[in-house]
């Protein structure tokens, strides 16, 4: 039987590592493991939290490398970029080492007749379900506010990122979280609904598919818990105008290409006005072309890495060769490997608007252009998507791009910068791409109980 949790290295698609599932005995022992935790983690102060969240942020810090090489062998991801994941994720957890006891403090309210505060208490366990793409920041941005609120946790990631699990509940460990705080399980699906299910878990956060979140939102609808989902994105990333057209397309590619392509937040749909449209497509066509095949492990300069996955790998071709008999036009790349995760970067132009293809998300290094001839068709095209999570639009003439940006539909939207990254800005999207928000002080209200207390006069 193949492995289900395994590190198996994208570059050459070999397994170097195996990882046991649990078993349902196993599942039961963490499920009271960590309920007994919550009894004793609910009662410690945000002083005590802080100082374990803290110190965790200064081991990512400290282990980044070493957490990146862990990345590159498991995802793919070149070590400098993970290593800049490990940096953010320490200071996301710095972040809520710093606000959490200011945030939730209790809050008067003003009534007749007595006196009122409305307080943030934990609700007990929680389950996090995420996904192997940024495999460290994933549960950051869920563990640290979850952990001062004095909620407890039962971790399930990808089956390809088992390591960067493990790694994250030792250094947790390393950091003086109590026993049971934070387990990290490898689960089956069948054992999810089952972690799901129990009286002590009280909410699910998944980060993931569209397909993923319904059914674990599902899952959690029938045992009445509540849910944060971050799901898919199309974002639109809309160029208005650009005197410099070339190092317009050099932005717009650096973003495409991060992570190979495969983020929630990456610029998936290129709307790009008439007039420079011609010039910008050459552009992007001239960088794809430019790149060669490299090792996360050892990056260069004009290198590609490799997806995920294999599976990743060819989903994508799949996707790109349906998209080009409805008619797009491949300019340059969308080669996969003979058996590999290695695909070479794309410039897909003419998908027609309102197909299948068009309203999928292409999750690897595809970038997707769309000719516009006007702000209103720029803002139609930008809105006509099943998703709504982030984009950004760029002009010369900043109150313009403004203007077009305050029409667009998401949970997040920017002007010419193509995604800010900071763990005060609050993170998710509206329609498909989920509901809840992550990171920023709304991270602190989604799993409380925002009880009132009121004492009569």
């Known amino acids: 039987m193949a492995h289900k949790?395994?590190?198996?290295?994208?570059?050459?698609?070999?397994?170097?590592?195996?990882?046991?599932?649990?078993?349902?005995?196993?599942?039961?022992?963490?499920?009271?493991?960590?309920?007994?935790?919550?009894?004793?983690?609910?009662?410690?102060?945000?002083?005590?939290?802080?100082?374990?969240?803290s110190k965790a942020g200064q081991l990512l810090k400290e282990r980044a490398n070493e957490l990146a090489e862990i990345a590159a062998k498991e995802m793919g991801k070149p070590v400098p970029e993970g290593a800049w994941e490990m940096e953010f994720s320490g200071d996301i957890l710095q972040y809520y080492a710093d606000h959490a006891a200011e945030h939730s403090a209790d809050k008067k309210i003003d009534v007749p007749g007595g006196s009122a505060v409305v307080r943030r208490l934990p609700l007990g366990t929680l389950l996090g379900?995420?996904?192997?793409?940024?495999?460290?920041?994933?549960?950051?941005?869920?563990a640290g506010p979850n952990l001062m609120n004095g909620n407890c946790i039962i971790l399930k990631h990808a089956d390809i990122t088992p390591k960067s699990a493990a790694a994250f509940e030792q250094l947790l460990?390393?950091?003086?979280?109590?026993?049971?705080?934070?387990?990290?399980?490898?689960?089956?699906?069948?054992?999810?609904?089952?972690?799901?299910?129990?009286?002590?878990?009280?909410?699910?956060?998944?980060?993931?598919?569209?397909?993923?979140?319904?059914k674990i939102a599902e899952i959690a609808g029938r045992n009445l818990k509540k849910v944060v989902l971050e799901l898919g994105g199309t974002d639109p990333y809309v160029i208005l105008d650009a005197a410099d057209v070339k190092a317009a397309a050099q932005e717009a590619w650096d973003k495409r290409i991060s992570n190979a392509g495969q983020a929630c937040t990456s610029n998936k749909r290129i709307i790009v006005l008439e007039d420079i449209y011609d010039q910008f497509v050459d552009e992007m066509v001239a960088i794809a072309e430019g790149y060669s095949?490299?090792?996360?492990?050892?990056?260069?300069?004009?290198?590609?890495?490799?997806?995920?996955?294999?599976?990743?790998?060819?989903?994508?071709?799949e996707q790109v060769q349906r998209a080009v008999a409805a008619g797009a036009n491949l300019r340059t790349g969308g080669e996969i490997d003979e058996t590999t995760a290695y695909f070479s970067p794309a410039v897909l132009t003419d998908v027609p608007v309102g197909?299948?293809?068009?309203?999928?998300?292409?999750?690897?290094?595809?970038?997707?252009?769309?000719?516009?001839?006007?702000?209103?068709?720029?803002?139609?095209?930008?809105?006509?998507?099943?998703?709504?999570?982030?984009?950004?639009?760029?002009?010369?003439?900043t109150d313009r791009a403004v203007k077009v940006a305050n029409q667009i539909e998401t949970g997040m939207i920017h002007v010419n910068v193509g995604q800010a990254f900071s763990p005060a800005l609050p993170f998710g999207g509206v329609k498909r791409s989920g509901f809840g928000r992550e990171l920023s002080v709304f991270a602190l209200d989604e799993f409380v109980n925002k009880q009132y207390l009121y004492v009569a006069d």
């Not at 050459?12 to 007994?36: G, H, M, P, W």
């Not at 996904?131 to 950051?140: M, T």
């Not at 996360?296 to 599976?311: L, N, Q, T």
């Open 355 to 397: 197909s299948e293809s068009y309203y999928e998300e292409f999750f690897g290094p595809v970038a997707e252009i769309y000719k516009v001839a006007s702000e209103e068709e720029a803002v139609a095209l930008a809105n006509d998507s099943q998703y709504g999570l982030g984009g950004a639009v760029f002009s010369d003439d």
């Open 129 to 142: 379900i995420m996904p192997w793409n940024f495999p460290v920041y994933q549960i950051a941005r869920f």
């Open 173 to 214: 460990k390393d950091a003086g979280l109590p026993d049971g705080v934070y387990i990290n399980v490898y689960a089956t699906h069948d054992q999810i609904e089952t972690i799901i299910a129990h009286p002590s878990v009280q909410g699910v956060s998944l980060t993931g598919s569209e397909r993923a979140g319904a």
């Open 5 to 53: 949790y395994r590190v198996q290295n994208p570059v050459n698609n070999e397994v170097l590592e195996t990882f046991e599932t649990a078993t349902d005995e196993q599942i039961q022992d963490i499920l009271s493991r960590s309920e007994k935790a919550f009894e004793t983690w609910r009662q410690t102060s945000y002083e005590e939290r802080a100082q374990i969240v």
């Open 293 to 317: 095949k490299g090792d996360p492990s050892a990056p260069g300069a004009g290198e590609y890495f490799p997806m995920s996955s294999r599976h990743a790998a060819e989903g994508l071709h």
